[in-house]
């Protein structure tokens, strides 16, 4: 959502000082980036709670019940955008919570493999800080060029749908390792550049937005739009460890 140079110092003349501005988008990143945060750490809860409960993981994210969360998962991401419209910020947020929650439940079954062994402990510890250094590197290049990065988002539909299928045809028909780390790694660095666009994106709708009631909600949406983008890429970058190992 690009908006024009002068459209935004217009929309802040009106509503008050750059001063002001500045402060409020500061407060409204910090936020965004402190949900997001509150939200890997619920899903490394549920997790750690799946993994001491071994029926119930099976029960949810390994038998036939992993195909309704992974429907609900990308029902949720389709619809995220509701958020903004949601007259509670209450409802906002608890969409929010339930997302992060059920993406802890359909990953819980990878950790836990990797969590039996000291090795594949390690696996996660170094998949969670590659992907912090990874995400906020990207999130950093995003929130400070002054490159209009859209041709990603416009890009990255596709692209994402294309993984998905790829992912499916491998895990059915090919299973082969190498494939699913040619994969990952392209995973990993399209989600990377979605990332950037991805802050670049939540930095402009806080401009368009600026002194309206939705900021608030704003900060929600774009902490899940951030989210799940640090969950795929960590996802991809603990099995590129784990298939690298392996061999």
Not at 15 to 23: H, K, N, P
Not at 90 to 109: E, K
């Amino acid at each position: 959502m690009a908006l024009d140079p002068r459209a935004r110092a217009t929309t802040i003349d009106q509503v008050g000082t750059r001063a002001d501005f500045d402060e409020g988008l500061r407060k409204y990143m910090l936020g965004t980036y402190n949900y997001m945060a509150l939200g890997v750490a619920l899903t490394g809860v549920m997790v750690l709670a799946m993994a001491n409960m071994p029926n119930l993981m099976v029960t949810l994210a390994v038998g036939p019940m992993k195909w309704v969360l992974f429907i609900a998962l990308l029902g949720m991401g389709w619809f995220s955008p509701k958020i903004i419209t949601m007259k509670s910020g209450v409802a906002a947020q608890g969409f929010y919570w339930i997302y992060c929650a059920l993406w802890g439940i359909m990953i819980s079954p990878m950790v836990a493999f990797f969590l039996q062994t000291t090795e594949g402990t390690m696996d996660v510890a170094r998949a969670f800080f590659i992907t912090a250094g990874m995400f906020a590197g990207a999130s950093l290049f995003g929130y400070t060029t002054k490159k209009n990065l859209s041709a990603i988002g416009r890009f990255a539909l596709m692209a994402v749908i294309g993984i998905i299928i790829a992912g499916l045809v491998n895990a059915f028909f090919v299973q082969s390792s190498d494939f699913s780390l040619l994969l990952s790694f392209g995973t990993v660095l399209l989600f990377a550049a979605i990332t950037a666009w991805e802050t670049q994106d939540i930095k402009n709708m806080y401009q368009a937005h600026y002194g309206q009631d939705q900021v608030a909600r704003l900060a929600v949406f774009g902490a899940l739009r951030l989210y799940g983008s640090f969950i795929v890429m960590f996802i991809h970058i603990l099995n590129i460890l784990g298939i690298m190992r392996s061999e």
